[in-house]
């Protein structure tokens, strides 16, 4: 996939960190999203514990902390079927 200067919109190499044309700075574009997100196994622990909070937690942080939002949404669904599964085991049938 090519890629453009952002200042001039010369075609530039995808490896450039300087635009051949104008001389420019080239960003790459996933550095701006790379903001402190780690996923955080307090968190992730926490979704477990009370799933309401990852199903909570995945949508409100999906912009700003993609990965964590993620883990903890997953985490809180599978601790939300596991113990659905367990009360459907345990339930008699
Ligand atoms: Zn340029």
Known sequence: MPKYCTHCGNEVNENAVVCVKCG????????????NDTVSVGLVILAVLI???????????????????KACGIAAI???VVCFLFMMLAGGY
């Open 78 to 80: 599978v601790s939300w």
């Open 24 to 35: 420019c700075s080239i960003k790459p574009v996933n550095q701006v999203a790379e903001v």
């Open 51 to 69: 799933p309401l909070f990852g199903i909570i937690y995945w949508p409100v942080k999906a912009k700003t902390r993609p990965k964590c939002a």
